[in-house]
């Protein structure tokens, strides 16, 4: 299109934006740059596509700064645009800032993914806050979202060590009885692959 003089349009820019998010982040950035400088609106599709290709380059701060402009641009967030942020987060070790934006995510009236609560579990734990871990993995449970198996292999470990045997063998039964899916491994497409889909059809509506 471009070589034959076609300038992009907003729509076109989402949609390249969100095939590229994961496979070419830097070129769904250069995009997002070249979109800002014609002066286009985002839209959520596109702004999600930005954040989570910043996610997936391990730009974690830029995610969070590009994600305060959001509300200039006339956007509210939604379960994607949390997910990225959280896992971002997670990877970078920013751990209470993933908690604060899990915290949020509820607040705002989004039901969490497992992988979302994989995340908040992760970071529970290395936060010291078992406790909560187990809370959250609790209420996962009850709200019948099933449990990566390594969120449960994780937090199993974790109570295990510290000398809650019981608890322990609670989650190591549950991942006996029911078999999830395989937790993300660092900076996964599984962790916004749902939200993705979600978003979409939000902006299609």
Same mark, same amino acid.
């Given at each position: 299109?471009?070589?034959?003089?076609?300038?992009?349009?907003?729509?076109?820019?989402?949609?390249?934006?969100?095939?590229?998010?994961?496979?070419?982040?830097?070129?769904?950035?250069?995009?997002?740059?070249?979109?800002?400088?014609?002066?286009?609106?985002?839209? @959520?599709?596109?702004?999600?596509?930005?954040?989570?290709?910043?996610?997936?380059?391990?730009?974690? *701060?830029?995610?969070?700064?590009?994600?305060?402009?959001?509300?200039?641009?006339?956007?509210?967030?939604?379960?994607?645009?949390?997910?990225?942020?959280?896992?971002?987060?997670?990877?970078?070790?920013?751990? *209470?800032?993933?908690?604060?934006?899990?915290?949020?995510?509820?607040?705002?009236?989004?039901?969490?993914?497992?992988?979302?609560? *994989?995340?908040?579990?992760?970071?529970?734990?290395?936060? @010291? @806050?078992?406790?909560?871990?187990?809370?959250?993995? %609790?209420?996962?449970?009850?709200?019948?979202?099933?449990?990566?198996?390594?969120?449960?292999?994780? &937090?199993?470990?974790?109570?295990?060590?510290?000398?809650?045997?019981?608890?322990?063998?609670?989650?190591?039964?549950?991942?006996?009885?029911?078999?999830?899916?395989?937790?993300? &491994?660092?900076?996964?497409?599984?962790?916004?692959?749902? %939200?993705?889909?979600?978003?979409?059809?939000?902006?299609?509506?």
């Amino acid at each position: 299109m471009r070589k034959d003089g076609v300038a992009l349009s907003s729509t076109a820019y989402r949609c390249i934006m969100a095939a590229h998010e994961r496979t070419d982040p830097a070129t769904t950035l250069e995009l997002c740059d070249e979109l800002v400088s014609r002066g286009l609106k985002f839209d @959520r599709v596109s702004f999600n596509a930005a954040l989570c290709a910043y996610s997936h380059l391990g730009k974690t *701060h830029q995610a969070l700064q590009l994600f305060e402009t959001m509300s200039s641009h006339g956007l509210e967030p939604n379960g994607k645009t949390y997910g990225t942020l959280i896992r971002a987060c997670t990877a970078a070790d920013k751990a *209470h800032e993933a908690l604060e934006l899990f915290q949020t995510m509820q607040e705002k009236g989004f039901d969490p993914n497992r992988y979302a609560y *994989h995340d908040a579990i992760h970071c529970c734990v290395k936060a @010291r @806050r078992l406790g909560r871990a187990v809370a959250l993995y %609790r209420e996962m449970v009850s709200a019948r979202v099933p449990p990566c198996d390594s969120t449960s292999l994780h &937090l199993s470990k974790a109570c295990r060590k510290n000398g809650w045997t019981k608890i322990a063998d609670e989650i190591a039964q549950g991942l006996a009885h029911k078999k999830g899916p395989a937790a993300p &491994l660092g900076e996964s497409e599984a962790s916004t692959e749902f %939200r993705d889909a979600t978003g979409a059809q939000e902006e299609s509506d």
